[in-house]
């Protein structure tokens, strides 16, 4: 069964600073995509980010962008340039491309804060 | 911002109470989903539904009834629930085959 880990459960940046939150995940399948999403307090959840697989290029938007590394089975996300808007949980996400049903493995969370 | 909706955004009920919660997207997605979330924690999948079919049933209690009427509606009908089915209960839908799920804003469920 796959997994996905967020070490970390807390993160704290300054506002205009860039950040990394770190994402790992366990699969023995090789294709397969990575998400983070973003959900503000008392806000919905929105897509920040997807990465296939297949590409080796890493994903990028706009200040969002990922370290995608396969072999390690790691999926980072950096925010440069953070903003107080940024503030949030960030939640890593995997699915398998055979999953036809399209469920979300979900890691447990990040929170982040951005302090002025 | 939202092209995923759901109604209503705040729901309090007794545990003898029958109540629905209502999802709509008009995005053309054929797949829909039902989660529950509690508080700081990720959302954990309870049924999914494809073209209209129910395809996943996360071994939800009976007290919890998906609705799919159509391609754009989702409905949950909650019956007899616990205090400890008090979460935001979010709806999604996604493009078949499957990329990325669009969330909508939830509705905040409390059982008394």
């Known amino acids: 069964a796959q997994t996905v880990t967020q070490s970390q459960p807390e993160m704290s940046v300054q506002e205009a600073e860039t950040v990394t939150l770190s994402c790992t995940y366990d699969t023995s399948e090789s294709d397969y995509y990575l998400f983070w999403y973003k959900q503000p307090p008392s806000r919905q959840m929105i897509l920040v980010i997807r990465q296939e697989a297949y590409k080796q290029q890493n994903a990028t938007e706009n200040r969002f962008s990922v370290n995608f590394q396969k072999a390690a089975k790691s999926f980072s996300l950096k925010i440069s340039d953070s903003q107080l808007g940024d503030a949030a949980m960030y939640f890593c996400?995997?699915?398998?491309?055979?999953?036809?049903?399209?469920?979300?493995?979900f890691g447990q969370g990040t929170e982040l804060s951005v302090k002025p | 911002d939202t092209e995923v909706t759901q109604t209503p955004k705040h729901l309090v009920m007794g545990m003898t109470n029958k109540k629905s919660l209502k999802c709509e997207q008009h995005?053309?997605?054929?797949?829909m989903y039902w989660y529950k979330q509690k508080a700081k924690k990720p959302p954990e999948l309870m049924f999914v539904y494809s073209y209209e079919k129910l395809s996943i049933n996360e071994s939800v209690p009976s007290r919890f009834s998906p609705e799919c009427p159509n391609s754009s509606l989702l409905n949950l009908h909650l019956h007899a629930l616990q205090p400890e089915d008090s979460a935001l209960y979010l709806c999604a839908s996604s493009q078949v085959p499957v990329y990325e799920q669009y969330f909508g804003p939830g509705t905040r469920l409390t059982v008394t």
């Open positions: 996400a995997y699915r398998s491309a055979n999953n036809q049903g399209g469920k979300l493995i």
């Open positions: 995005m053309g997605h054929r797949a």
